[in-house]
């Protein structure tokens, strides 16, 4: 029997609701986004955010079930992102799910934030993609997983500092591209030469799988403004700023396919998958694409509506289902 899951998403700034069933049909995915509330500040503000989950939530859940015509009493299992993420954003979404499964006596999933993005692939894909390598590039999390199941990941490597979409979002304040800041490297960057400057690849030629951007951040900060960083403006549009955001763009990029080929040459796997909102970047898909043809690995990005946050890959939930994987009712949110 088709069993019918509610998923939701707080974990960051996006507050999201989603219908799916057991056979991963996505009959709902509804997405409130934070943006122009954390525009002002040029990145996510966890206070702001907060609130922001707290008014939104209830209409997201009420437009997911009204798009997928299906009332609540009819929800078989409730499911939510409980970690990583902003605590006090985690909070809203696990109390919500908590209370909506204690009133209506059905079970509860906690889903892992990271591994749900992953398993988007997975749904992406419409069959098995296990075991991979799995790369979470986003605003919040840069991370390499050895992905053997759905459900069994272990942590390669991750970012030591900056997730990519942070120094993207930094990077965009200093060239004064406004928020948020990947779509606006991006566009910038079209312009520029991306070998206009040798910004650092950190790690890049090391055995490790970890990042850093924050040296690469800093680089451009100097690069930008010079010694008078306190003082001076964001420089004005011209092909001195196209060169520095291409620049920039660039070393992430370098970095990022550069520690993807590393982690599948040593986990001997010949699959990647890819989620998060930094892989919206069509340099970083380009080239993520012409490493794997080289080096014969199969490349899984899912759509851009599961890409970015959003509550459908909480459908990772029902391989949790499937074996009896429920949470307890004194779920709390795992910040990291």
């Not at 960051?12 to 799916?20: G, H, I, L, Q, S």
């Not at 008014?55 to 939510?80: G, S």
Request: proline share 6%; net charge neutral.
């Amino acid at each position: 029997m088709t069993a019918l899951f509610l998923g939701l998403e707080t974990s960051c700034d996006e507050t999201a609701a989603a219908v799916f069933d057991s056979d991963l049909r996505v009959l709902s995915n509804i997405v409130a986004t934070q943006t122009d509330l954390h525009a002002r500040f040029g990145g996510v503000v966890p206070e702001i955010a907060s609130r922001a989950h707290l008014r939104n939530l209830l209409p997201t859940i009420d437009e997911a079930l009204r798009q997928a015509d299906v009332p609540l009493e009819l929800i078989d299992c409730f499911a939510v992102h409980h970690a990583p993420g902003l605590v006090g954003a985690l909070l809203v979404g696990v109390t919500a799910a908590k209370s909506l499964s204690f009133a209506l006596g059905k079970p509860l999933i906690a889903v892992n934030h990271l591994a749900a993005h992953i398993y988007a692939c997975r749904m992406a894909a419409g069959r098995d993609i296990f075991p991979c390598v799995g790369l979470i590039v986003s605003g919040g999390h840069t991370a390499l997983l050895r992905c053997d199941t759905p459900l069994s990941h272990v942590r390669l490597g991750g970012t030591r500092d900056d997730a990519a979409g942070e120094a993207f979002d930094k990077v965009a304040a200093m060239l004064g591209l406004g928020f948020p800041g990947g779509p606006a490297v991006e566009r910038e960057a079209k312009l520029g030469n991306p070998a206009a400057h040798a910004f650092p690849r950190t790690f890049l030629n090391e055995d490790r799988l970890e990042f850093s951007f924050s040296g690469l951040k800093t680089a451009v900060l100097y690069a930008c403004h010079g010694p008078n960083v306190r003082s001076a403006p964001p420089p004005g549009p011209g092909q001195r700023r196209a060169d520095l955001a291409a620049s920039f763009q660039q070393a992430a990029v370098d970095v990022l396919v550069g520690k993807c080929r590393q982690a599948a040459r040593k986990t001997g796997m010949n699959r990647l998958a890819v989620g998060g909102g930094v892989i919206a970047n069509a340099a970083l898909r380009h080239q993520l694409q012409a490493m794997c043809d080289t080096e014969r690995i199969e490349l899984f990005i899912p759509p851009m509506s599961l890409c970015t946050d959003n509550a459908a890959m909480a459908a990772l939930a029902v391989e949790k289902w499937k074996v009896g994987d429920f949470a307890p009712a004194d779920l709390d949110a795992m910040p990291s």
